[in-house]
């Protein structure tokens, strides 16, 4: 009975050891720092006393041994703190590296394109003050000023890809491509407008695409329009002949193009474009989804707007404006 009550010897020594460590973390290096020299100074003592040596000898041997067992552990205690030391030197010394390596790269990257930027034709200084109106918004705007704001320069990088590639889309009728690439023109401006045009000019985008096209024309731009019509209805034929007499105290140069009138094999599809300096082809795509079945609704409509800058199909637009302008009439006179 009292057998099971009784701890076993390995227990107690677990325990024991467990204590001990405890002990030992809990001594203050200071007091520890004194028990070791004066165990040591002690020891010694003792045993010159039990040798029966001379008492100041004695003295003086117990102190010197003291003392280098303090200074030992000195020693070994400031070993031990100069190796955390470094350790933690190398260790901030290594993050500070790559701190600063990160730091430069980001500086590096952002100083040349900052020199692309400013070595570029189209830069002039334009980037600069959107960096800066940029960091003058600040955050006292209303969150969806920060949105709007997100968005278009987001709409505005992915314009700048798609350029780069040699060809940019926008969904359904552009309101600013075609009224910013009139304004830049310097060279000329060549367009067909077929029945997907029928309307425009009297709509507002309309009337300032008039207004761009004169202001061009007075800097001494060439602009050259090809009307198409699908067949000789007088309603059509006056629309047509309306608008081209706009265009022409405009100071445009209009001509007229009968689909009837083009051979067979050059009876393609047409479709409305516009070549810009002979550089950029603006070209409109369109749909005949809004037609109603009674007839009524649009009989076209626009789908989406392209720009094309690939130097192969602008070359291929160029040629077939030029074709068509060459057997196309003018306003009032016969066909070519």
Do not use: C
Request: charged letters at 25%; aromatic letters at 6%; zero cysteines.
């Amino acid at each position: 009975m009292s057998e099971r009550h009784l701890p076993s010897v390995g227990h107690r020594e677990q325990h024991g050891g467990h204590a001990g460590s405890a002990a030992g973390e809990r001594v203050p290096p200071l007091l520890r720092k004194i028990l070791t020299t004066t165990v040591s100074g002690g020891t010694t003592l003792l045993i010159t006393v039990l040798t029966k040596q001379e008492l100041i000898p004695s003295v003086n041997l117990s102190v010197l041994v003291g003392s280098v067992a303090l200074l030992v552990e000195f020693l070994v205690e400031f070993d031990a703190r100069l190796t955390e030391t470094e350790q933690a030197v190398a260790e901030r010394t290594e993050q500070m590296r790559a701190l600063v390596t990160e730091g430069f790269a980001q500086v590096n990257r952002a100083t040349a394109l900052y020199d692309q930027l400013q070595k570029a034709p189209l830069a002039n200084g334009v980037m600069t003050q959107l960096a800066e109106n940029l960091a003058g918004l600040g955050g006292e705007h209303p969150p969806i000023v920060s949105a709007f704001t997100q968005r278009e320069l987001r709409r505005l990088a992915d314009l700048m890809k798609e350029l780069k590639a040699g060809q940019a889309a926008y969904d359904g009728e552009d309101q600013d491509w075609l009224l910013t690439l009139t304004h830049s023109s310097a060279i000329g401006i060549d367009a067909i407008s077929t029945a997907v045009d029928t309307g425009f000019w009297s709509t507002e985008l309309g009337r300032r695409y008039l207004e761009a096209q004169r202001a061009a024309v007075r800097r001494g731009v060439p602009v050259r329009r090809v009307f198409v019509v699908r067949g000789a209805e007088p309603q059509e034929l006056a629309e047509i002949e309306r608008a081209g007499r706009t265009h022409q105290q405009l100071g445009l140069e209009v001509r007229v193009l009968e689909v009837t009138a083009l051979p067979p094999w050059a009876r393609r599809p047409m479709s409305d474009f516009i070549v810009f300096d002979r550089a950029v082809s603006y070209e409109v795509q369109t749909d005949t989804s809004g037609r109603q079945d009674d007839g009524t609704g649009p009989e076209l409509m626009v789908a989406s707007t392209l720009l094309v800058l690939r130097e192969e199909q602008v070359n291929r637009r160029i040629q077939r404006f030029e074709y068509l302008w060459a057997v196309a009439r003018p306003l009032d006179g016969p066909t070519p």
